[in-house]
């Protein structure tokens, strides 16, 4: 199997979930050691999840597969370019590596909001579309104190 | 219920969700017209899901509850700054406020990728750690094709 084989694999589960009316014309497959453990696709929809992005989706397929809670190692094949959500997914995987086809310029051209997100995360909070405040820090940093000295804690 | 009680609520969750061995200390509530409508805390390791922020469980669950694929209308509160990956899922949610208490430098004080995120999906992609290439970008935008001309597609 070569990464053709695999991102072709990623565009027919973007074309069979689009068909069946899951969601959004996107798919993604995760491959570990020349073999796909999960398949993703857009199911926003269907699912009432704004989060079920095909990336998204074959992260946490992926995970379950295989008993653990990061994909160092894979390669994610994803039909489009990830958006700001399944791109900083995809990071938190610790995958090693993704391939796309789409670009977010297209996504934009069917009407999707992946670039204005592009351009809407990096700005200063004051600056975003997004209304965003902040309350009772304090309270809040009590909770980290007490995650840094709990000696059981996992990281991630 | 004020501001101040809802995020009392999400911190009261972050806490929970922590000593409990759920995941890292972070939680989240969504509220519509005063009432919660859905919590969510962090579940990362303990699901075995990189995705499992509090915003994003908090997000899917409301989504459930309402039965409808976005949160218009509603304000998230959330123990700590969205990282990008929740920033994004709040942006897709179509939440109309968000409202925070620890912020991203807080949260890589503790060992946590947020503010490291935050500089990288900015970045040009040959510029960032994770590797990304482009493939077989001709026959996946035949798809998209295919998206624009499908007269029953449910845009989000």
Redesign the interface.
């Known amino acids: 199997m070569t990464?053709?084989d695999f991102?072709?694999h990623a565009?027919a589960l973007?074309?069979r979930g689009?068909?069946g009316?899951a969601?959004?014309?996107f798919g993604a497959v995760v491959v570990l050691e020349g073999r796909v453990v999960a398949e993703g696709w857009n199911q926003?929809?269907s699912t009432?999840?704004?989060?079920a992005h095909a990336e998204?989706v074959a992260?946490?397929r992926a995970?379950?597969a295989l008993?653990?809670?990061?994909?160092r190692g894979a390669t994610v094949?994803t039909?489009?370019?990830p958006?700001?959500?399944?791109?900083?997914?995809?990071?938190?995987?610790?995958?090693?590596?993704?391939?796309?086809?789409?670009?977010r310029v297209?996504?934009a051209?069917?009407?999707f909001?992946d670039e204005f997100?592009?351009q809407?995360?990096?700005k200063p909070i004051a600056a975003r579309s997004?209304?965003?405040?902040?309350?009772?820090?304090e309270?809040?940093?009590e909770?980290?104190a007490?995650?840094?000295g709990?000696p059981?804690?996992?990281?991630?």
């Open positions: 990464d053709e991102m072709r565009i973007s074309r689009m068909a009316g969601g959004g014309p926003v929809t009432l999840d704004p989060t998204i992260i946490r995970c379950t008993g653990r809670f990061d994909l094949f039909s489009c370019e958006c700001p959500m399944c791109l900083a997914a995809l990071y938190w995987s610790r995958c090693d590596r993704v391939v796309y086809a789409n670009n297209q996504a051209g069917i009407g909001d997100l592009y809407e995360i990096p997004l209304p965003m405040q902040r309350l009772l820090a309270e809040a940093l909770v980290f007490e995650w840094t709990k059981d804690r996992v990281a991630y």
